[in-house]
T-cell receptor, first 110, second 111 residues
Framework: KQEVTQIPAALSVPEGENLVLNCSFT??????LQWFRQDPGKGLTSLLL?????REQTSGRLNASLDKSSGRSTLYIAASQPGDSATYLC?????????FGTGTSLTVIP | NAGVTQTPKFQVLKTGQSMTLQCAQD?????MSWYRQDPGMGLRLIHY???????DQGEVPNGYNVSRSTTEDFPLRLLSAAPSQTSVYFC??????????FGPGTRLLVL
């Protein structure tokens, strides 16, 4: 069974810092990996999707990398802003099912 | 496009009652799925469908039924609600297993 882990569970940084969120998974036979953002009491918003054949994807200040062989992905956020405060979740698509990590709760302090 | 819509937004049930959580999407997506989100456990897949007439079980299917008679709709039925089913339920859709789009969620409390 695929297990997805996200470290750290919570992170607090001052505004302007660059930061890295980590995601690891136990079975490297994935179809793709997706990073989401969730605001309190809201649904999930897709940030980036990386196919299993890709190494990274970029969108604005966000960069996600994937090392499938080692079972790891990172989400890099550049020049963090208070509006980036949210919970970030990663999910892997394995055998036509999506498996989610428990998320990293990010607080960016003005 | 309305995207993925879910109703109701909030529901209180008594143990043993049944109800249906509604999910609809207007993006002509083949793939739809239901998740529950519990504190400390992340999102867990309940059931999913890869097209009209096709459904399959996810990680935590017990106590839930689904059907997919149209591309647009994917209702989730609780046959006999239990307190352990208190959770936030999310519906999602995608064009095949690609970028998923989530609904706003349904908060369910079972007393």
């Amino acid at each position: 069974k695929q297990e997805v882990t996200q470290i750290p569970a919570a992170l607090s940084v001052p505004e302007g810092e660059n930061l890295v969120l980590n995601c690891s998974f136990t079975d490297s036979a994935i179809y793709n990996l997706q990073w989401f953002r969730q605001d309190p009491g809201k649904g999930l918003t897709s940030l980036l999707l990386i196919q299993s054949s890709q190494r990274e994807q970029t969108s604005g200040r966000l960069n996600a990398s994937l090392d499938k062989s080692s079972g790891r992905s990172t989400l890099y956020i550049a020049a963090s802003q208070p509006g980036d405060s949210a919970t970030y979740l990663c999910a892997v698509n394995h055998d036509n099912q999506f498996y989610f990590g428990t998320g990293t709760s990010l607080t960016v302090i003005p | 496009n309305a995207g993925v819509t879910q109703t109701p937004k909030f529901q209180v049930l008594k143990t043993g009652q049944s109800m249906t959580l509604q999910c609809a999407q207007d993006m002509n997506h083949e793939y739809m799925s239901w998740y529950r989100q519990d504190p400390g456990m992340g999102l867990r897949l309940i059931h999913y469908s890869v097209g009209a007439g096709i459904t399959d079980q996810g990680e935590v299917p017990n106590g839930y039924n689904v059907s997919r008679s149209t591309t647009e709709d994917f209702p989730l039925r609780l046959l006999s609600a239990a307190p352990s089913q208190t959770s936030v339920y999310f519906c999602a859709s995608s064009r095949s297993p690609e970028t998923q789009y989530f609904g706003p969620g349904t908060r369910l409390l079972v007393l």
